[in-house]
């Protein structure tokens, strides 16, 4: 079992920007690649940016792409996702999710946080 447990969500001035974390625990959580999913009122959940295990490789979806920034600490128990720039249409709660492998799709992720809200006013 992996554990996630996500935070630095928040209210920001569009045009700003937040970091959000994502420490994950239990048996082998380095081992797993990482990604961000987020979920805006009344949307489908999309994916944001994930990175593999060893941080080596990453990948973006469209929504943050040039704006946001996932990391990986040298441990790799902990995940980071640097926006800058936001806009109204990034309020959403963020999720983080672990799996075996590089992947945009969530039904590729075994593991979920619970969440954290970034709320981006205009």
């Known amino acids: 079992q992996v554990q996630l447990v996500e935070s630095g969500g928040g209210l920001v001035q569009a045009g700003g920007s937040l970091r959000l974390s994502c420490v994950a625990s239990?048996?082998?959580?380095?081992?797993?690649?990482m990604g961000w999913f987020r979920q805006g009122s009344g949307r489908e959940r999309e994916f944001v940016a994930a990175?593999?295990?060893?941080?080596?490789?990453?990948y973006y979806g469209k929504v943050g792409k040039g704006r946001f920034t996932i990391s990986r600490d040298n441990a790799g128990n902990t995940i980071y996702l640097q926006m800058n720039d936001l806009e109204p249409e990034d309020a959403a709660v963020y999720y983080c999710?672990?799996?075996?492998?590089?992947?945009?799709?969530?039904?590729?992720?075994?593991?979920w946080g619970q969440g954290t809200q970034v709320i981006v006013s205009a």
């Open positions: 990175i593999s295990w060893g941080g080596s490789a990453t």
């Open positions: 999710a672990a799996g075996p492998s590089l992947d945009l799709a969530d039904f590729a992720y075994e593991y």
């Open positions: 239990g048996r082998a959580a380095s081992d797993y690649a």
